[in-house]
């Protein structure tokens, strides 16, 4: 064996490099971050063939001195930290002052800066040999432009895992858009051999925020959003969530930040996915960009050398802070939000109390609404519905509102709009020709966001009008979604009842497993299951919830011990009680072709209105959409 010796710079600076430096993008995001760094407000880009041949970032930051070029490339080196108290809070973008060594042994890189005292810019070349810097005089306005060639032009057997000009441009144009999203306040130029692809100016408003996401990611993503802008417990989020209507077959649209730092976090994706559960269809992914700002001492970032993992001090606080504000975000949506304008809105959950249910007018038990309130006008004949079905045909839709009634001025005024439209049904054809309906008010605030129904189509859809045009409803998507929360308010009033098992089960685990069934033993108590230790890898399991009786109960217990020991909380039993539930209200609402009524389509959307996640039912199916007036002229070419 031979004896222990140090490796030279040079051959330390490539091993360094292979987990640094995979391609163009890594090195593009580290210089961009140091840029970011030094305070630049405008960076540019420019990159040949991908940025194998050619990569270049000029910035107009401070600068380097000229006597810290040289140091500026050797390995551990940095200006960003100097002590144990700093890397436990760290709050820049670079740190560990591995990139430019890394770099630079693998490429031809030229370094050249310029600060706003220094009288001339100074410029460092260095090839990846000897890894000897030589400097001399250039002309640089302040700031700094590093000029890197030839990525691997020394070690032949990384260039074979490059991929082609265009799949390393996309990887390079991918950690650009990270870059730009994460800081708006710095304009960003990207250009690829000669062709400009981004031009984006510094953006302090909200509406040139905005205007950003939608250039970068699309304007769609914008139109189907939900602004979020909230604090709690020392945690600040802020950013856009896409409605379940938009999500995508991949996860290519999730940005997520910790402190202006993108990072890919399992328990950060575990508590979106974790909020979108009830409304996405499996396999689909949402879309998002969201930016958390927290103390940089509860967040630990020197878990990878490329900065991209993060370690929380307090996981749980996060997680449930993430989860709660994206659950009440999305479930906080009713179609006036999607209907005003072209976007969602912005939600603000600072005013939402997270002690009270807003789904309280759900669980409230009120009378049946009838007449007016229910969409009935004057001339129309009373439907005694429920008596005139079959008494051997399946059971009749009894269709019962529970959302508490509008004032009876409200009332008034919209039904009297809703007759005069209606009355033309009621008068022989022939008089109808002689006067026309008046249209519905051209306000909000007479005519409800989903409109008054019109019509049933083939048993399946409602047609409604609204102020901006028509609506579709499929309404037993839409029934089921209702019927589906309200079982989980009654559940949720009742609390978990269970059940012991008439033969506790034995399961064997190790003993990690085992020691976190006895710390964690209140909260399995909490979610309705009874778990003991019995030996140093074995425990048993006493009781479960009742609803989960036909559950296969050790392959239950062991996910729920996973997703403690991981996340410090677990939704399994949760997951498995809506699940049966969704399947209640589904076999529970109302079929295809069951013919309804006027009041009970109105007051179907009326219900719809105050529902939470009332745009997709169970299976992330949407309930609804929206024809406005000039997409219904182009279909018939009118105006041209």
């Known amino acids: 064996m031979s004896r222990i010796h140090l490796l030279s710079p040079r051959l330390a600076n490539q091993i360094a490099a292979g987990e640094v430096v995979e391609r163009p993008a890594n090195i593009v995001k580290e210089l961009v971050e140091n840029a970011l760094d030094a305070g ?227 328990l950060v994706v575990h508590a979106i996915k974790q909020a979108y559960r009830d409304v996405l269809y499996h396999g689909r992914h949402p879309a998002f960009v969201l ?119 409200a009332i008034a005024e919209q039904m009297n709009a809703y007759r005069q439209m209606n009355e033309a049904e009621s008068v022989p054809f022939s008089s109808s020709l002689a006067g026309s309906a008046q249209p519905l008010p051209q306000s909000q605030q007479d005519v409800p966001p989903l409109g008054y129904a019109i019509a049933q189509l083939h048993g399946i859809y409602i047609l409604a009008q609204n102020d901006l045009g028509m609506v579709i409803v499929d309404m037993h998507a839409a029934h089921e979604r209702i019927t589906y929360e309200r079982l989980k308010i009654a559940v949720d009033q009742q609390g978990v009842q269970s059940q012991p098992l008439l033969v506790p089960v034995t399961l064997a685990v190790s003993e990690r497993e085992a020691d976190a069934a006895e710390e964690f033993a209140d909260e399995f108590r909490r979610l309705g299951v009874e778990i003991a230790r019995v030996a140093p890898e074995s425990i048993v399991v006493r009781q479960i919830p009742v609803l989960l009786q036909q559950a296969e109960v050790p392959r239950l217990v062991t996910d729920m011990l996973g997703d403690l020991m991981e996340h410090g909380t677990s939704d399994r039993i949760l997951a498995h009680r809506n699940e049966l539930l969704s399947t209640m209200a589904c076999h529970g609402s109302v079929r295809a072709n069951r013919r309804l009524t006027v009041p009970e389509m109105n007051a179907l959307l009326r219900d719809m209105e105050e529902t939470e996640r009332s745009g997709q039912c169970n299976h992330g199916r949407p309930t609804w959409t929206q024809l406005t007036m000039s997409e219904l002229d182009k279909l018939f070419l009118r105006g041209r």
């Not at 740190?95 to 050249?112: D, H, K, Q, W």
């Not at 400097?135 to 890197?148: C, D, K, N, R, Y």
């Not at 709690?232 to 649209?253: E, I, K, N, Y």
């Open 40 to 266: 630049a407000d405008r960076i540019e880009i420019d990159a040949e063939q991908g940025g194998i041949k050619l990569l270049r970032i000029r910035d107009n930051g401070s600068g380097i001195e000229k006597d810290d070029l040289p140091l500026a490339l050797s390995r551990h080196a940095t200006s960003k930290i100097t002590t144990l108290d700093d890397l436990e809070a760290v709050g820049s973008l670079g740190f560990r002052g591995e990139a430019l060594a890394s770099i630079s042994s693998v490429t031809r890189l030229t370094l050249t800066s310029k600060t706003d005292e220094a009288p001339e810019a100074w410029s460092v070349n260095v090839e990846g040999r000897d890894m000897e810097a030589s400097i001399s005089p250039a002309a640089h306005p302040t700031g700094t432009t590093v000029e890197v060639r030839d990525l691997f032009f020394n070690t032949p057997a990384r260039r074979k895992f490059l991929r082609t000009e265009k799949t390393e441009f996309s990887h390079l144009e991918e950690y650009v858009k990270r870059l730009a999203l994460s800081r708006y306040d710095v304009g960003f130029s990207l250009r690829h051999n000669g062709k400009v692809i981004h031009q984006l100016r510094p953006a302090t408003r909200g509406l040139e925020k905005e205007k950003r996401v939608a250039s970068l990611l699309s304007a769609d993503f914008i139109d189907s959003a939900v602004h979020i802008e909230t604090e709690a417990a020392g945690l600040s989020l802020q950013g856009w969530v896409g409605l379940p209507t938009f999500s995508r077959s991949q996860a290519d649209m999730q940005y997520f930040f910790v402190n202006g730092r993108v990072v890919r976090d399992k």
């Open 291 to 409: 930016y958390l700002t927290l103390d940089p001492k509860l967040v630990d970032v020197n878990v990878h050398p490329t900065k991209h993992e993060v370690r929380f001090r307090d996981g749980r606080l996060v997680h449930d802070f993430l989860f709660r504000t994206l659950h009440r975000a999305l479930g906080e949506v009713r179609p006036d939000d999607r209907l005003a304008g072209s976007a969602p809105g912005s939600l603000n959950t600072d005013s939402l109390n997270p002690g009270v249910s807003h789904t309280g007018s759900l669980s409230q038990q009120q009378a049946p609404v009838t007449g007016v309130q229910a969409g009935e006008f004057v001339q129309q004949e009373r439907l005694d519905w429920q008596t005139q079905r079959p008494a051997q045909s399946a059971p009749a839709f009894s269709y019962q509102p529970q959302t508490p009634a509008p004032g009876r001025d």
